[in-house]
């Protein structure tokens, strides 16, 4: 029996309310009840972040930093899509597939960070 649960990355925003409202009004995270102004942690079944708000943070840079594996990533889109047509043109790519056998809807968030679901497929030949 293994004795990791979850890995839970870092994200430096300059903004943490505007990053927290992304995660839970947009993609649909739960935020824990933290007392800490500058900190919080949001996680949706067995994936989370804990967001730091950085003065100095530098914005995102638009690659792939986050990656959620999912197992039916066009249910989350039909889940999550009325709360992604309000996002900036532009801000959300997907569902599509991808040549190396994954299909990924990307979302970008307000500071920058790209947060990608991916599905495998697995009747596709990896190029």
Known sequence: ?????????????????????????ILGFQRWPLPHPDYAYVWRETAAFRILEACDAPPGTRRFAHYIDVEDVDALYA?????????????????ADKVYAQRELLVLGPDGNLIAFGQEIRDMTVR
Do not use: S, W
């Open 1 to 25: 029996m293994g004795n990791f649960i979850r890995i839970t990355p870092f994200i430096h925003v300059p903004d943490l309310e505007t990053a927290v409202t992304f995660f839970t009004d």
């Open 79 to 95: 889940e999550l899509k009325p709360k992604l047509d309000t996002l900036p043109e532009g801000d959300v790519h997907g569902p």
